[in-house]
């Protein structure tokens, strides 16, 4: 008779996903927190995502730093104690006499945790609209784009939808049927969406294109972009707006 305790044991009838549900389960990751000062509460934030809209928040004047949001898990070391378009933060800015906000998304916002920032973004601001300037991903887009193709689209929440004027985005489109949009910027306009707030994604491609979108769009709310056209007509890739920087 084989001794039960020395010979080699059956295959396991689990699978590892079926192992892993005895497995103590990790805690919880704490909220994001946003510290505001003051509390601005402005008819309109502007969430620049994308690259390009980044840069060019980054280059607009008269703007306070008046906050930044934070997420627990994104080390701050090495950031500098000025803002700069190369550290990873994500800080908010109020515009000169204009009653606009400007946030400035600079790091990754994983996928499980988009949900949680736009909530806190959007509770914490308290806008009543919301513009975001993101870009679209190639597996995203029903159809096929080819790479030196520039392209935008935009998505709408109902209540702006129903507001006359539309952003002056007319000759925007919009996403086509069977495209999607993800991430933090589809989570920011959900969260608008359930809030009863105006909001528009704006989504570009390629990462780095759609500058005449983006700068009709600022131009439409009062913003002085005309000293940064020259620069940004020669932004090809990533690694030329560092150069812009």
Partial sequence: MDDVLTETPPPSRFFDDDLDNFAIAPPPLPSPFLLLNPNPKPNLLIVAISPLSRSILHHLPSKTLIGSLFLPEIALSGNPLVPSPNDKSFNVYSVGDQNSCLASVQYNVSPERC?????????????????????????????????????????ETKQQRLEKGNLGLSGVDYLPSGSVMDGLGAAILTESQMKGIKGTLVATWPENGGIEVLKMVFKQFGFDVGRIEGGFSKVTSRADLDLYI
């Fill in 115 to 155: 949900r949680a920032v736009a909530k806190c973004l959007i509770g914490d601001v308290k806008p009543d609209q919301v513009v975001i300037f993101d870009s679209i991903k190639s597996q995203n887009y029903r159809g096929r784009i080819e790479v030196d193709e520039t392209l935008a689209f935009k998505l």
